[in-house]
């Protein structure tokens, strides 16, 4: 594979190995293990496997190998490691590198179950955890302390797309020591400059752009090939949080059509955004995307663009909201993000119902708040299906 492709270029070939057979596509190698010419083989494999030896699915497998290259490759770190789900990357990056009194320091604005992890799992096993406005670099500062061993953030927060400036904390972090992990699922491999902008360790949730279809679950992390085989890789492959090779699969073929998936996604979300922006029904348009957007400049520097999702609030509120979301004939009411079929989801009431009604109006997850992440469909389309059942909100 070579170095100097550009990311379209390996997200198409990127991790290739072929079968003697030569097969075009990347084949499915659905087998729990892998047979040893010999005794000594085996034994040799278990005390080193080689680049291209394989032991067992749950440590590795050649279809889920492609992935974790490929995916490397774009965003530019050393190495990969492929898991079942998004979850199961967020807790193999944060647990395998953590113990009993150590300390992080995280954004509160997080996806319900990155908070679980971080407020419920972490503490529960003596770890402390500080929560910290993200936009606050103040906070950040007076928060990371020398015994501080990680950062975490999502890099763009769910669902109210408020942006961390990842180079800004990258450096209150390490000036401190501490490892800077970040959930970048919003911001999507194509145009995440995440490793560039200080994140040591980059996670992502493939369920969402990188499959992009809505089929499959897996996750991914991103980071050093010290940190992915010698702290989280012996977490993973023991604890059972391996993605399976079906899944590793789906993935790489999303992969071959991520960026112009993305980038599509990503002009139609700029075009709905400024559709509804001066909306008489609408208190609020977010979208980093727009230049009135508070953090456009962030956006502009850290991504090039605002991404593929636009949140509203419907001023009447929970009421209204339901009869906009019922009204929709286009987009699907679901709770994914990122699929090829837009999707509008509600996230007072889903999402982030868990949450107490302080902790909503402090992340301003209000009740007329509609997250609305933008599908591949007709830009004129979608932006009549939501002026159409706006009016009926
Ligand atoms: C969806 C999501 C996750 C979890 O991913 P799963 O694949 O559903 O486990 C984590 N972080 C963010 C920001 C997400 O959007």
Redesign the pocket.
């Known amino acids: 594979m070579s170095t100097n492709w550009k990311s379209r270029t390996t997200a198409v070939h990127g991790g290739s190995r072929r079968s003697q057979y030569g097969e075009m596509a990347e084949a499915i190698f659905l087998t729990q293990g892998f047979a040893y010419d010999s005794a000594e083989q085996a034994e040799a494999r278990f005390i080193k496997a080689g680049d291209d030896e394989f032991i067992y699915a749950r440590y590795g497998n050649p279809t889920t190998r492609m992935f974790e290259e490929r995916i490397a490759a774009i965003e530019g770190t050393e190495d990969a490691f492929a898991t079942?789900?998004?979850?199961?990357?967020?807790n193999g990056a944060l647990t395998s590198m953590l113990r009993a009194g150590d300390h992080v320091v995280s954004s509160r604005a997080?996806?319900g179950?990155?908070l679980y992890i971080l407020e419920e799992v972490l503490t529960r096993f003596g770890v402390k955890v500080t929560f910290v406005d993200g936009g606050d670099l103040d906070q950040w500062r007076a928060a990371v302390t020398p015994g501080t061993k990680a950062v975490f953030f999502?890099t763009?927060?769910?669902p109210t797309l408020d942006l961390i400036d990842i180079a800004a904390v990258a450096d209150i972090a390490h000036a401190q020591g501490a490892l800077v992990i970040a959930?970048?699922?919003?911001a999507t491999p194509v145009f995440s400059q995440a490793v560039a902008l200080g994140a040591d360790v980059v996670?992502?949730?493939?369920?969402?752009h990188i499959d992009g279809q809505g089929r499959a679950?897996?996750?991914v992390v991103c980071g050093s090939r010290d940190y992915i085989r010698k702290v989280l890789e012996p977490y993973m492959k023991h604890t059972g949080g391996s993605m399976s090779p079906f899944n590793a699969w789906i993935m790489l073929n999303g992969m071959a059509t991520l960026d112009l998936r993305c980038r599509a996604m990503a002009d139609t979300a700029l075009k709905v955004a400024t559709a509804l922006s001066s909306h008489p029904k609408l208190s609020r348009v977010i979208y980093p995307g727009l230049s009135s957007h508070p953090q456009h400049s962030l956006a502009m520097r850290q991504m090039g663009t605002g991404g593929t999702l636009v949140s509203f609030e419907i001023a009447e509120g929970k009421e209204a909201a339901f009869r906009f979301m019922n009204a929709l004939t286009i987009a699907k009411i679901s709770n994914?993000?990122?699929d090829a079929k837009s999707i509008a989801t509600h996230p007072a009431t889903t999402t982030h119902q868990r949450l107490s009604p302080e902790q909503k109006a402090r992340l301003g997850i209000s009740p007329g708040l509609i997250r609305f992440s933008v599908g591949l469909e007709d830009a004129d389309d979608l932006i009549a299906d939501l002026t159409q059942a706006l009016e009926k909100a």
Do not use: P, Q
């Open positions: 079942a789900s998004g979850m199961a990357a967020v997080l996806f179950s990155c999502e763009m927060a769910n959930d970048n699922v919003f996670v992502y949730s493939a369920t969402k679950l897996g996750g994914n993000l990122g």
